[in-house]
């Protein structure tokens, strides 16, 4: 699970700026998941990407937030105009082509907005 | 969709004592329930996992049960140590269809008292 990267590690932003999330998955995993994690709180689902589709997003939020994940490069997690109630930590997980694989999570992102 | 209970949300032992979350779950399509421990500022981390072909999965002090009839499942840790020190996320999956995402329950607060 080392393998899966993600920056910046720790992220301060002011309310109304953007916030960009990287997230490059494990060597060999096309999936992508991305989960949110408010402070003494457990993980909450975003959204689940496949290369170049978006599979899943029902957990993120429809206004200012957007995923993609590229046929080349990291998926990313954009969050425009943040608000002081964006400040958590967003981790990605990855997993391989088939169902129910494990998920792997990375370091997190840790979003503060001012 | 989902959703995810666990029980309890803090416990305590005595080192060398054993631990026992417990989970229950709502989608009987859930067939996949990993279990995470997470340090403080740290990815949380897969230590077992367990599908529902199996009633009981074991990795050394771990141990996981599942009873799909009742849709709960429960870690059994033994012998606890300091280290095993964390919170402790359960989670349910469904392993087939496009909804893949983990659904966690809020965690539980373990300390091992030395």
């Known amino acids: 699970n080392a393998g899966v990267m993600q920056n910046p590690r720790h992220l301060v932003r002011r309310r109304g700026q953007e916030a960009r999330l990287r997230c490059s998955p494990m060597?060999?995993?096309?999936?992508v998941y991305w989960y949110r994690q408010l402070p003494e709180e457990g993980l909450k689902f975003m959204v689940y990407?496949?290369?170049?589709?978006?599979?899943?997003e029902s957990g993120m939020p429809k206004e200012r937030f957007s995923a993609e994940f590229p046929k080349e490069g990291p998926s990313i997690l954009r969050i425009q105009q943040v608000v002081r109630g964006d400040s958590a930590a967003y981790f990605c997980?990855?997993?391989?082509?088939?169902?129910?694989?494990?998920?792997?999570f990375g370091p997190g992102t840790r979003l503060t907005v001012l | 969709g989902e959703n995810v209970e666990q029980h309890p949300s803090t416990l305590s032992v005595q080192e060398g004592d054993s631990a026992v979350i417990k989970c229950t779950y709502s989608?009987?399509?859930?067939?996949?329930f990993p279990w995470y421990k997470q340090e403080l500022g740290k990815r949380p981390q897969l230590i077992i996992d367990?599908?529902?072909?199996?009633g009981e999965k074991k990795d050394q002090r771990i141990a996981v049960t599942l009873n799909k009839t009742a849709k709960h499942f429960s870690l059994h840790i033994t012998e606890t140590q300091p280290e095993d020190s964390a919170v402790y996320f359960c989670?349910?999956?469904?392993?087939?269809?496009?909804?893949?995402?983990?659904?966690f329950g809020s965690g539980t607060q373990l300390t091992v008292l030395p």
């Open positions: 989608d009987s399509a859930s067939n996949y």
């Open positions: 060597k060999g995993h096309s999936h």
């Open positions: 990407l496949q290369k170049e589709n978006i599979i899943d």
């Open positions: 989670a349910a999956s469904p392993d087939t269809g496009s909804a893949r995402q983990l659904t």
């Open positions: 367990i599908r529902s072909n199996v």
């Open positions: 997980a990855s997993g391989r082509n088939r169902g129910g694989d494990t998920q792997y």
